[in-house]
């Protein structure tokens, strides 16, 4: 194709297929979508932590003119659902558990009469001992927040639980108790790290509407179609077949919005009015009532030899799941998995439980449990390279997996540059120069650096490629882009797998009775596990396309080749080419039928190997294909305000093959800032179970003032064999290691370890004055 502009595909920095409607205000969100006869919702939240619901008075609600339904959970079927656990419902049935918890929703004829008419709805509760800390959780005769939990339906293997627990898992490889002695230095501390909301741009936020035959069609700001499906099945007791779950733009999820939010509630308000019914929170109502990052308490102790070789690790994390399950079993044996690190180290007891409180329930987050084990983890690696006199990085690179290593649980890893990560970022941060740089009047300056590991591979996914009459192709996967620009990536894939520039890939957009099945936006496996689907189905579609061919041209099949353009043609004959379209025009019309593609799986890496680690009521049966990055920041430290300044953060990780250089560098740009916010300044809070702090005015995120204009993001590629095009994921590691990289730093700069976030000013200083 001689002259013809370069195919945009594979490694190219395009921008998102969705940029200029966003841009441009074009994209129709959730809450911009409106159907004839619509009406609006409006949810009431818990006023106590944990109550016990007497009566309900509803009759002056439903005589506000224009009210035109009220529900409480005397009103709804108690049909629970959850991740592991069977324990929520759309409203609160007879007892609240978390300030905040639904307790009655009303659809009116406008927003302003839903929520006037809130104020008038008066219920009776009578007061019980609220259980606000973990410690009180585990506490002999604790108040149990789910009387009932022996009643509930729970996915096998849990196991055995105490009062209040959610799950307790283990994870032990060789002989820690024994490796103790073969240590010259040991390390140990406890670390608290804080909940943290998800504040995704557009607050959650569903439209439902039910057919005559009863069908329900559902329109949400969601990470899964076929996870909201699944979860409204079980909520209204119907068919998946009867539920039809539809994504329009999402803006922005980081894991909140994973499973459902507010979709069984409203499709409970459109089947008592008969009318579509449409309901967004406001951004507190979203803050009090929805999800937050795990709050934690993570004790770990490590051990080393006096060259620097690390032999024992030992962590032990209690996660706070709030008032229900949620994704609790998964966070927890994810957070586990991860806290070894990405490190060689021969003896490991990794144990953990997660644990019911009467505050807001806690869900997957950005890093899914990574984030809490690693603050810990990291800080005790920089802590054994002060006590051995030894750099950070070279003490790191001593001990850095590699490919072919095993991880905990004896899985090969099949693709690592860790080393890579950290040696680029030593280089771009000219490391030993400003580990000895002069700081301003006033100020303390530091500099440190995390490693950090994730995963990109598990459960099902598939994908289904069509080649139309005129040649182009049309792209189903039932993926959900929640912003990360995956739309964008995967189309390039399909692009690149049939050699045809991106702008002839259509891809259409989640529907549960169109798409193919996707389990969900989230553990970074977008790109690695979709992608290979898209891959392997345009394959698919290309060995059809290679037959009409080979029976056009009277050749063999293998004899057909790919063209760029979207052209077939004889192996060492260039002038014998046929176009897509050519060829689709004879399946549709002449022979064989239209050219479609498909391909499904369930992520296949190695197992878990039981003879070489004791894996205790582990949730995961295959999850794995695991990344690396590194992390440097330099900070400057306020020694009159506690103040810490973040100067500079170079970020390095290793994502295979980079399908989109420019949307992988925003993905580690952003999930540095959110890192930021995690290690400096957000943190949800409570007063006696009730919330202080639920609305912008009062949480505090990073500010364009907040956030260093030096960001640089490093791609490091270490092509995954089992990847598409040899790619990874990147979507959270970006985050993972910002906590405890700054933590390292400051104490590199003041000498003073915080082992809790977040590092706020206040504490800071009262750490350097103590010291």
């Known amino acids: 194709m001689d002259g013809e502009a370069k195919l945009r595909g ?16 074009r994209a129709r969100y959730t809450d911009d979508l409106f159907r004839p006869g619509m009406l609006h919702a409006a949810l009431m939240g818990s006023p106590y932590p944990f109550a016990r619901i007497i009566s309900c008075d509803t009759s002056e609600a439903l005589a506000l003119p224009g009210v035109k339904a009220v529900l409480t959970g005397a009103d709804i079927p108690a049909n629970r659902w959850g991740g592991f656990i069977n324990d929520e419902t759309a409203l609160a049935i007879d007892i609240v558990r978390y300030v905040g918890e639904p307790i009655a929703a009303i659809a009116a004829t406008d927003l302003a009469t839903a929520r006037e008419a809130l104020d008038l709805i008066e219920f009776e509760f009578e007061e019980l001992d609220p259980v606000l800390t973990i410690d009180a959780a585990m506490a002999d005769g604790a108040p149990l927040i789910h009387e009932n939990f022996a009643e509930y339906e729970k996915r096998p293997g849990q196991g055995d639980l105490a009062p209040n627990q959610v799950s307790r898992q283990s994870i032990i490889e060789g002989d820690v108790e ?31 509407e039910v057919d005559e035959s009863g069908k329900v069609t559902v329109w949400s700001a969601n990470q899964s179609i076929y996870k909201v499906q699944a979860s409204l099945s079980k909520a209204l007791g119907l068919p998946m077949s009867k539920v039809r779950a539809i994504t329009p733009p999402v803006g922005g999820a980081f894991g909140g919005k994973s499973g459902v939010t507010v979709q069984p509630i409203t499709v409970m308000l459109a089947q008592k009015t008969g009318r579509p019914v449409k309901l967004t929170l406001s951004r507190t109502d979203d803050m009090m009532m929805m999800r937050s990052r795990h709050a934690a308490r993570v004790r770990v102790r490590t051990g080393a030899m006096a060259d620097g070789t690390l032999v024992a690790h030992e962590l032990d994390v209690i996660y706070d799941g709030g008032a229900y399950a949620e994704d609790s079993a998964a966070v927890l044996g994810f957070g586990l998995l991860m806290a070894r690190g990405p490190y060689n180290i021969p003896h490991v007891k990794l144990t953990g439980s997660a644990v019911y409180t009467n505050k807001l329930r806690a869900g997957g987050f950005r890093g899914f449990g990574n984030p809490q084990v690693t603050f810990g983890t990291e800080q005790q690696i920089d802590e054994i390279a002060v006590r051995l006199k030894m750099d950070p990085i070279d003490l790191r690179l001593k ?76 792209l189903n996967t039932g993926a959900v882009d929640i912003g990360q620009g995956s739309d964008t990536v995967l189309a390039q894939i399909c692009a690149s797998s049939l050699r045809l520039d991106i702008g002839r890939v259509n891809l259409v957009a989640p529907d549960s009775d169109a798409s193919p099945y996707n389990w969900g936006t989230g553990g970074t496996r977008v790109t690695y596990m979709v992608g290979r689907a898209v891959e392997s ?34 192996v060492g004959v260039p002038e014998k080419e046929l176009s897509f379209a050519e060829i689709s025009g ?23 190997d039981p003879k070489r680690a004791l894996m205790d009521h582990f949730p995961f049966a295959r999850i794995g294909t695991y990344v690396f990055g590194a992390q440097v920041v330099e900070v400057e430290v306020d020694e009159v305000t506690g103040q810490v300044e973040v100067l500079n953060v170079w970020s390095a990780h290793d994502v295979g093959r980079a399908i989109n250089p420019a949307a992988v560098e925003g993905q580690i740009q952003g999930g540095v800032v959110q890192g930021l916010g995690y290690a400096l300044c957000e943190e949800l809070t409570w007063e006696d179970g009730q919330p202080t702090n639920p609305t912008m005015m009062d949480y505090k995120v990073p500010g364009a003032l907040d956030t260093p204009t030096n960001i640089h993001p490093i791609i490091v590629e270490s092509e995954e064999e089992t990847g598409p095009f040899g790619a990874k994921g990147v979507g959270e590691p970006g985050l993972v290691g910002v906590a405890p990289a700054v933590a390292n730093a400051v104490a590199h700069a003041t000498g003073v370890r915080l082992t809790r976030l977040p590092l706020t000013p206040e504490s800071v200083l009262r750490a350097m004055t103590a010291e």
């Open 10 to 25: 594979v490694g190219d920095s395009l921008p998102r297929l969705d940029a200029g409607d966003k841009v441009g205000g």
């Open 178 to 208: 024994a490796a103790w002695a073969d240590c010259n230095v040991v390390v140990e501390n406890t670390y608290e790290v804080q909940a943290q909301s998800h504040v995704y741009i557009e607050p959650c936020s569903a439209l439902a």
């Open 399 to 474: 001990n850095a997996l590699q490919t072919g290593d095993l991880w905990v649980g004896g899985q090969t890893v099949t693709s690592c540059g860790f080393r890579e990560c950290l040696e680029q970022v030593r280089d771009a941060a000219d490391w030993p120069t400003r580990r000895q740089a002069p700081a301003a009047n006033g100020k303390r300056r530091g500099i440190s650096v995390a490693g950090v590991s994730h995963i990109c591979g598990l459960l099902g996914t598939s994908a289904i490629v069509r080649v139309l009459e005129d040649g182009t192709i049309t």
């Open 537 to 570: 189905a345009a394959g698919a579609a290309l060995e059809q396309i290679r037959q009409h061919a080979s029976e056009i041209f009277e050749c063999a099949p293998a004899d057909v080749e790919l063209r760029d353009g979207g052209h077939v043609g004889i």
């Open 586 to 608: 004879r399946a549709h019309y002449v022979t064989g039928g239209p050219i479609i593609g498909t391909h499904a799986l369930v992520y296949d890496g190695q197992e878990f």
